[in-house]
Antibody, heavy 117, light 102 residues
Framework: QVQLQESGPGRVKPSETLSLTCTVSGGSISSYYWSWIRQPPGKGLEWIGNIYHSGSTNDNPSLQSRIAISVDTSTNQLSLKLSSVTTADTAVYYC???????????WGQGTLVTVSS | EIVLTQSPATLSLSPGERATLSCRASQSVSIYLAWYQQKPGQAPRLLIYDASSRATGIPARFSGSGSGTDFTLTISSLEPEDFAVYYCQHRSFGPGTKVDIK
């Protein structure tokens, strides 16, 4: 079964770009659809965006201008870049495998990213 | 963008009681709605998809219903491990309902 592991810096400075990688094991990244979700401490879940077989993406309108989601089939990795971060971007970031209609059936364990100077 | 609202924000019940959680969409999503359970320190877990289909391994005490804009998650008899936060999702997520022990 598919397993997901997020990695990246635990701290990013305001105005910089947050970069995260998700390593997929137990399956080919090109066989499925993928998503990024985040959760600020003590708050609810926020959908960031999806990426599909074709490489096309679907992003949260509130974040659209700042995010870039991509897939590297040679390394079986998914990536997220979020530019111009502020303290409001502090959250646990999850990568996830999604099914038809965007249902999330496998989640990574999540990685906490703190935006602070 | 479709906005999901959930009610109540908190539901205080005892083990063995029935829990009824509501999710309302700002416009019709047909049956394309999912429910997730999240416990502290854990990633969420898919419970229900397509409004009423249970995900693999989910106990029969969890059931979903609804279509269009109004949906319900029912837990027929709460087990101790069911006290958690529940989210509905159609691309984006609702704000969640916390089910805690009365």
């Amino acid at each position: 079964q598919v397993q997901l592991q997020e990695s990246g810096p635990g701290r990013v400075k305001p105005s910089e770009t947050l970069s995260l990688t998700c390593t997929v094991s137990g399956g080919s990244i090109s066989s499925y659809y993928w998503s990024w979700i985040r959760q600020p401490p003590g708050k609810g879940l926020e959908w960031i965006g999806n990426i599909y077989h074709s490489g096309s993406t679907n992003d949260n309108p509130s974040l659209q201008s700042r995010i870039a989601i991509s897939v590297d089939t040679s390394t079986n990795q998914l990536s997220l870049k979020l530019s111009s971060v502020t303290t409001a971007d502090t959250a646990v970031y999850y990568c996830a495998k999604i099914r038809l209609h965007g249902y999330i059936d496998f989640w990574g364990q999540g990685t906490l990213v703190t935006v602070s100077s | 963008e479709i906005v999901l609202t959930q009610s109540p924000a908190t539901l205080s019940l005892s083990p063995g009681e029935r829990a009824t959680l509501s999710c309302r969409a700002s416009q019709s999503v047909s049956i394309y709605l999912a429910w997730y359970q999240q416990k502290p320190g854990q990633a969420p877990r898919l419970l229900i998809y397509d409004a009423s289909s249970r995900a693999t391994g989910i106990p029969a005490r969890f059931s979903g219903s609804g279509s269009g804009t109004d949906f319900t998650l029912t837990i027929s008899s709460l087990e101790p491990e069911d006290f958690a936060v529940y989210y509905c999702q159609h691309r984006s997520f609702g704000p969640g309902t916390k089910v805690d022990i009365k």
